[in-house]
T-cell receptor
Framework: GAGVSQSPSNKVTEKGKDVELRCDPI?????LYWYRQSLGQGLEFLIY????????KSGLPSDRFSAERTGGSVSTLTIQRTQQEDSAVYLC????????????FGPGTRLTVT | AQRVTQPEKLLSVFKGAPVELKCNYS??????LFWYVQYSRQRLQLLLR??SRESIKGFTADLNKGETSFHLKKPFAQEEDSAMYYC??????????FGTGTSLTVIP
């Protein structure tokens, strides 16, 4: 079976535009996670889904960030009115059950805001 | 405040030498700790977790609650161990906290 996939792999956008990043988890994985990796920083945990619900959205950096998951599968991370500090690699991961199970990571989406 | 600290950004060792990648955490509860690895041009993947007490690719990590550490060790480094290593904590707020990573280079 395929692993976690993310699209697009690269995205260059102008400051102020909205972007949508997509994650396709491994089939059957109930948990899905979004992380951000900025240059020289570790992985910053953004949000996780158990099924379609996100119990805690406090990790999202600002109200410009939102995420949803539909059908217990695909998830989208939306960034509105992008800023230059949003430039980073956005990683998605999924696991069979939340947290204690191994997380399988996608290849990431490199976002550049000019 | 940083929940997970990896003090070394870069670490170089010679092939066959012992290697230790340091990780300290900040959490008063019962921590669950992991090491993830990212080889060149590959995805981030789980290396080991403390709860399973296993040795993967010759690496081990012992949780030391007194020192709040979870250092990763291997007695004899191999060239293929060159990679980026991240220590991670599952802790407060049901969130994952990753360190900033250590880039290990094994010199032939």
């Amino acid at each position: 079976g395929a692993g976690v996939s993310q699209s697009p792999s690269n995205k260059v956008t102008e400051k102020g535009k909205d972007v949508e990043l997509r994650c396709d988890p491994i089939s059957g994985h109930t948990a899905l996670y979004w992380y951000r990796q900025s240059l020289g920083q570790g992985l910053e945990f953004l949000i996780y889904f158990q099924g379609n619900s996100a119990p805690d959205k406090s990790g999202l950096p600002s109200d410009r960030f939102s995420a949803e998951r539909t059908g217990g599968s695909v998830s989208t991370l939306t960034i509105q009115r992008t800023q230059q500090e949003d430039s980073a690699v956005y990683l998605c991961a999924s696991s069979l059950e939340p947290f204690r199970d191994e997380q399988y990571f996608g290849p990431g989406t490199r976002l550049t805001v000019t | 405040a940083q929940r997970v600290t990896q003090p070394e950004k870069l670490l170089s060792v010679f092939k066959g030498a012992p290697v230790e990648l340091k990780c300290n955490y900040s959490y008063s509860g019962s921590p669950e700790l992991f090491w993830y690895v990212q080889y060149s041009r590959q995805r981030l993947q789980l290396l080991l977790r403390h709860i399973s007490r296993e040795s993967i690719k010759g690496f081990t990590a012992d949780l030391n609650k007194g020192e709040t550490s979870f250092h990763l060790k291997k007695p004899f480094a191999q060239e293929e161990d060159s990679a980026m290593y991240y220590c991670a904590l599952f802790g407060p707020g049901n969130q994952f906290y990753f360190g900033t990573g250590t880039s290990l280079t094994v010199i032939p």
